[in-house]
Structure formats: structure tokens, C-alpha cells
């Protein structure tokens, strides 16, 4: 079993910070309430809110064709719609 500090938010946030991400496109959930908190409170990062999983992928890859680096935040059970809806355009 995995270290739970290992996946504190504030872990999570160092490895964001040493990997350079300047966009989080997430949809909002109770579970990464903490880490939310942490996000916000950093001036270098730009939140993107998606209300849907789906939209997700579509906007993380028009902001890395813009130069961002963006970081999609979504729980597992969403990643089957995100791919889903971006090869369906």
C-alpha cells in the first residue's frame, strides 16, 4: 500500500511545481477539496473548472497548443467519458 504521505496534497503540489504545470483543467469533488485549496492560493497556476470529464482533454490540449503546460485533474471513473467525447469532437 502506497505512503499516504506520498499522496498529501502538498506532494502532489511539489511535483506540479518541479514539473513546470502552469494550468490545472479539473472538475471539482469532494475528495481533492485540500488540494483545491492549495491551487488556489498559488499565483502561478491558472484553474480551469469543467463541469463535465469530457470536456477536460479538449481543453488541456488547446491550452498545451497554446504553449501552456496544463495538468488534468479528474477522478478515474471520468477518463473513459473524457476519451469518449474528444474522439467524438
Known amino acids: 500500500m502506497a505512503d499516504a504521505a506520498a499522496l ?3 506532494t502532489v503540489m511539489r511535483q506540479m511545481k518541479q514539473n513546470g504545470v502552469t494550468d490545472i483543467v479539473w ?3 469532494s475528495e ?3 488540494l483545491f485549496l492549495l491551487m488556489q ?3 502561478d ?3 480551469v473548472g469543467v463541469t463535465r470529464e469530457g470536456h477536460a482533454c479538449s481543453i488541456a ?3 498545451f497548443a ?3 503546460k496544463p495538468m488534468m ?3 478515474n471513473t471520468g477518463m473513459m467519458e473524457s476519451e469518449i467525447r474528444s474522439a467524438a469532437g
Open 8 to 10: 498529501s496534497p502538498e
Open 27 to 29: 472538475l471539482p469533488d
Open 32 to 34: 481533492t477539496n485540500w
Open 41 to 43: 492560493a498559488d499565483p
Open 45 to 47: 497556476l491558472r484553474l
Open 61 to 63: 490540449a488547446g491550452l
Open 66 to 68: 497554446g504553449g501552456r
Open 73 to 75: 485533474l479528474i477522478q
